[in-house]
C-alpha cells in the first residue's frame, strides 16, 4: 500500500500540474462562449437571461456584415493565390539540388520567421505608394505572402512521401508533364494542398497587424472592425463576434485535423 | 533549353517573383530607407540609440520577452512531461488542448483576456466572491496582464519542441537507470531532464524570438510602460508619421530576429526537427 502511493503520488502530482496547464491553454478563450449569450445592453459574464441579441445584431449590422464578406471574400482570394503558388514552389524545389533547394526553401519560409510589425510597415509603405492601401487587391496580395510559408512546407512534407520513379514511369510511357502531375502527383498530395488552402484561408482570415496598417478606412476586414470596436464599442457584441470567429476557424480547422489523425 | 531546367523555371518562377515583388523589395525599401533620406545617414540609428525612452522601450522587449520565456518553460515542461507520459491514443487527444487554441484568433484570444482580466473581470469576481480578497485586483494594463497573455500563446512553441526530446528518449535508458537502484527523482535529474534540453533549448529560442516581435498583447494588456519594440513602431508610422525612424526600429527588430534565428537553425540543426514554429 504504501509503495503504491509512493508511485501514485508522483503520478497524480503530474498529472494535476500537466492538466492545469493544458486547461490553461484552452479554458480562458471558451468563457467567451457563454457571455455571448447575454441579452442585456450591458456587459454579463454570465448572461441572467440567455438569449442570441447580440449574435442579431452582429448579423443584422450592416457595417458588420460588409466587414465579414469582405474577410471571406479576402480569405478566399488568398487561399487561391497561397495555395497555387505554394504547390508550384513544393513540387520545384524537389527538383533541386540539396544546397539551392534549402536556400530557396529558408525564402519561402521567411515571411514567418519575419516579425508581422516589420513586414507590415514595408508593405504599407510600398503600397501607400503604388494606390493599395484599402482595397481587397492588397488585402489579398499580404495575406498571401503570410500564407504561403505554410503550404509550401505542409505541400513539401507530403511531397516527401511520393516515390520519384512514378512520374518517372508515366513521363516515360509518353504522358506530358501535366497529365503527370494531374494524373500521378497530385492525387498523392491532394490531403496536403487542400488541407493547406483551408490553413491559407485561416491565415488570413484572422490576420490583424498586417491588415490594421493596409486596410485604411475603405477595406476594413472582420478582425480590424473587432480591434476599433474593443476600444471604441461599449455593447456587448464583441463576445458574440468572438464566437463567430472561433466557430468559424473550428469549422477550417477540423477537416484538417481528422486528416491529420488519418494520416498518423 | 533543358527539359528540366524549363520545369524549375516553370515552377519556381512564379512564386519567387511573387515573393520578391510582395516581399523582398518592400523590406528592402525598409532596409534603404533607414539609412538613405534621401543622402546616407545613420542619425535615425543614432537618435534610436541615444534617446533614453527608446533604449527604455528595447530593454522593456527584452525584459517581457525573457520573462515570457522563463514562464513559458516553467509551464510548458510539465505539460510536455505529462503529455509524454500518458498512452499515444490519450496523448492524441489532449494534444488538441494545445492545438486548437493555436489555430484560434489572435485577437480573439486577446480580446478574451481582457474580459476575464480587466477590474469587473471574471477573475476578479471569482476572487472577490469567494472571499480572496476584497477590493479588484490589477490584473491588466500592466506587466502581470501582458504575461499571462503572452504565456498563454506562447506556450504551445515551448510544449512541441519538449514534447518531441521527451519522446525521443529511449524508454530503455530510464529502465536501465531504475534498475540500477536509481530513485525516479534521480533518473529524472540525471537522464530525462539532460536529455531533454536540446527540445528547452529549442522551445526557449522560439518562445524568445516570436515574444519580441509581439504587438498586439502590449497593446491591448499592457499600459504605457509595457510599451514594445513593435508598438514604438506603429506609433512612429501611424501618430507621428516619421518613417525613417519607424524604418531603422523595424530594421533593428528584424536583425535581431534573424540573427537569433539563425543559431536556432544553426545550434538546434539535425537534433530537432525544423519546424520553424509550424506545428
Known amino acids: 500500500m504504501r509503495r503504491r502511493l509512493r508511485t501514485l503520488a508522483p503520478r497524480a502530482a503530474l498529472a494535476l500540474a500537466g492538466g492545469s496547464v493544458l486547461a490553461f491553454l484552452v479554458v480562458p478563450v471558451l468563457t467567451v462562449i457563454p457571455m455571448s449569450f447575454s441579452s442585456s445592453m450591458t456587459f454579463e459574464l454570465i448572461p441572467t437571461v440567455p438569449g442570441l441579441t447580440q449574435y442579431r445584431r452582429f448579423f443584422a449590422s450592416p457595417d458588420w456584415m460588409l466587414a465579414l464578406g469582405r474577410s471571406v471574400q479576402v480569405a478566399l482570394g488568398a487561399m487561391v493565390v497561397a495555395t497555387v503558388l505554394g504547390t508550384l514552389a513544393a513540387l520545384g524545389l524537389r527538383r533541386l539540388a540539396r544546397h539551392s533547394r534549402r536556400l530557396l526553401e529558408a525564402a519561402l519560409i521567411a515571411p514567418r520567421i519575419v516579425p508581422s510589425i516589420v513586414f507590415a510597415v514595408a508593405v504599407y509603405y510600398v503600397f501607400a505608394g503604388a494606390g493599395l492601401v484599402g482595397t481587397v487587391g492588397g488585402l489579398v496580395l499580404a495575406h498571401s505572402v503570410l500564407a504561403l510559408p505554410f503550404v509550401v512546407v505542409f505541400v513539401g512534407s507530403a511531397l516527401h512521401g511520393v516515390d520519384p520513379a512514378l512520374e518517372e514511369a508515366s513521363l516515360s510511357l509518353g504522358a506530358g508533364p501535366v497529365t503527370t502531375f494531374a494524373r500521378v502527383t497530385f492525387p498523392q498530395i491532394r490531403l496536403a494542398v487542400f488541407g493547406s488552402a483551408l490553413f491559407a484561408f485561416n491565415v488570413s482570415f484572422d490576420e490583424v497587424v498586417v491588415t490594421l496598417f493596409i486596410s485604411g478606412v475603405r477595406a476594413k476586414t472582420l478582425p480590424v472592425k473587432v480591434w476599433d470596436a474593443i476600444f471604441y464599442e461599449i455593447t456587448p457584441i464583441l463576445p458574440a463576434i468572438s464566437t463567430v470567429i472561433i466557430v468559424a476557424s473550428l469549422a477550417v480547422l477540423t477537416p484538417l485535423l481528422l486528416v491529420r489523425r488519418k494520416a498518423s | ?279
Open chain 2, 1 to 279: 533549353m533543358k527539359r528540366s531546367t524549363l520545369a524549375r523555371l516553370v515552377l519556381l518562377g512564379p512564386p519567387l517573383l511573387f515573393l520578391l515583388a510582395a516581399f523582398v523589395l518592400p523590406l528592402a525599401r525598409v532596409i534603404w530607407g533607414s539609412v538613405f533620406a534621401p543622402d546616407f545617414t545613420l542619425a535615425f540609428y543614432e537618435r534610436m540609440w541615444r534617446t533614453p525612452v527608446y533604449g527604455r522601450v528595447f530593454w522593456i522587449t527584452l525584459k517581457i520577452s525573457l520573462l515570457t520565456t522563463v514562464f513559458a518553460a516553467l509551464l510548458g515542461y510539465p505539460a510536455a512531461y505529462f503529455l509524454a507520459s500518458v498512452k499515444p491514443r490519450t496523448r492524441q487527444l489532449l494534444l488538441l488542448c494545445v492545438i486548437v487554441p493555436f489555430f484560434l484568433s489572435v485577437l480573439v484570444r486577446n480580446y478574451v483576456w481582457m474580459i476575464l482580466l480587466q477590474r469587473t473581470g471574471l477573475v476578479n469576481r471569482l476572487l472577490t466572491e469567494w472571499g480572496v480578497i476584497n477590493r479588484p485586483l490589477e490584473l491588466m494594463y500592466n506587466e502581470l496582464g501582458v504575461l499571462v497573455a503572452m504565456v498563454n500563446m506562447l506556450l504551445p512553441y515551448m510544449i512541441f519542441p519538449v514534447l518531441s526530446a521527451l519522446l525521443a528518449i529511449p524508454p530503455e535508458l530510464r529502465h536501465a537507470s531504475a534498475s540500477l537502484g536509481a530513485h525516479p527523482a534521480s533518473t529524472f535529474w540525471r537522464v530525462t531532464l539532460p536529455l531533454s534540453m536540446p527540445g528547452v533549448a529549442a522551445g526557449a529560442l522560439l518562445v524568445f524570438i516570436v515574444s519580441l516581435g509581439f504587438f498586439i498583447t502590449p497593446a491591448l494588456l499592457g499600459g504605457p510602460q509595457q510599451m514594445m519594440v513593435s508598438n514604438l513602431i506603429e506609433f512612429s508610422v501611424r501618430q507621428v508619421l516619421n518613417w525613417p525612424f519607424a524604418f531603422a526600429l523595424a530594421n533593428t527588430l528584424l536583425l535581431g530576429t534573424l540573427l537569433l534565428y539563425a543559431i536556432y537553425v544553426r545550434a538546434l540543426e539535425g537534433r530537432m526537427p525544423r519546424t520553424a514554429g509550424l506545428p
